[in-house]
């Protein structure tokens, strides 16, 4: 009789950068603690999303961070991908699902002022301080109250992206560079909007001057969470990630994801969102679609009790219909195309 063939090495897929790994290896630990007779070991990649640090997130579908993930995910070398939720497509390939959603860190976004600055607030920078983003959500909902400021982008991880805000970045000199380069050149931001989440989660959140909020800001569709995707008929995984499940972030990020997959947005069209959930189950979402100028403007509140995913679900897309009530199909129509025109 041969021995016993029970698997026990279940691999982990993740992108490569530090807050990646950092989130990968939340869900190694946890995982580990609770299965301790088995192996999780990580398997790191980069994705295009993490290679094309030029094009405008504006451009970019969501796919683009989790392509590569996904394919060695149905070829088997892993067993479970861990994404930041806000990441992730809300419609997901054939063959894949959503085996857990962890407790949700902080969801709101942070500012982080340049450091040694005197300013405390975006209400304190002076006419045309440059606020660093590469979130069009950010800048169409902070343009309708701060019009006197300038938005620029900003890629890289959070790491580069503080050393481009405090002036620390190290550009290669130009004789190193292709005379068919254009010389690479960093504006002189005066602060940054990033997830407050990643910032907590890299032991950065000294670095966080304030945190934006509704009314003033809405933040991604699931920021703070972080999903683990698995094959749709891998039941032995889902039962491994079924205590990791955090039931109030679920339910909460189902009506989020319901609400974007209704109204058909990627990965950087501006809708805003803030969800909270009562003891009493009551259901609570705020949510936004905002013009990339920052010129048009539509909002839509409901609360609905919800015990099942079906109830979240159909409270996300009720807001939806709301929004669309109320003009937002058309807003997100004419957004569309503007990023049609830049990708011809």
């Not at 902070?142 to 790491?159: C, E, I, S, T, W």
């Amino acid at each position: 009789m041969s021995g016993s063939t029970e698997k026990t090495g279940f691999p982990i897929g993740s992108r490569r950068s530090k807050l990646a790994l950092v989130q990968t290896e939340l869900v190694q630990s946890s995982l580990q603690a609770l299965h301790p007779d088995l192996s999780f070991p990580i398997s790191a990649m980069q994705t295009m999303g993490d290679k094309n640090q030029i094009q405008s997130l504006y451009n970019m579908g969501k796919s683009l961070w989790t392509k590569e993930l996904e394919v060695v995910l149905f070829e088997g070398d892993v067993d479970l991908i861990v994404h930041s939720l806000k990441d992730m497509p809300t419609t997901l390939p054939e063959g894949a699902r959503l085996g857990a959603i962890l407790e949700r860190e902080d969801p709101r976004d942070a500012l982080v002022m340049r450091a040694g600055s005197a300013y405390e607030t975006l209400d304190d920078l002076p006419e045309g301080a440059i606020v660093g983003t590469s979130s069009v959500r950010r800048t169409a909902q902070l343009k309708r109250k701060y019009p006197h400021l300038q938005f620029a982008d900003v890629r890289g991880n959070v790491l580069t992206r503080l050393e481009k805000l405090d002036g620390t970045f190290s550009v290669p000199p130009p004789s190193l560079a292709s005379s068919s380069e254009s010389p690479i050149v960093i504006p002189e931001y005066s602060c940054l909007i990033l997830a407050a989440a990643g910032l907590i989660r890299l032991g950065l959140g000294g670095r966080i001057t304030g945190y934006l909020e509704a009314p003033t800001l809405l933040h991604a569709v699931g920021q703070g969470a972080l999903g683990i995707e698995i094959r749709e008929n891998d039941e032995k995984t889902a039962q491994l990630l079924a205590p990791l499940v955090h039931r109030p972030t679920w339910l909460r990020c189902l009506a989020e994801r319901a609400l974007m997959r209704t109204l058909e947005g990627g990965c950087s069209v501006p809708i805003g969102v803030q969800t909270s959930l009562s003891p009493q189950n009551l259901l609570e979402m705020h949510a936004c679609v905002v013009s990339v100028d920052g010129t048009e403007y539509v909002e839509a509140k409901e609360t609905m009790r919800v015990e099942s995913d079906e109830e979240a679900e159909e409270l996300g897309k009720l807001v939806a219909m709301r929004l669309v009530e109320g003009g937002a199909g058309a807003v997100l129509e004419r957004i569309n195309e503007v990023r049609e025109r830049h990708q011809d």
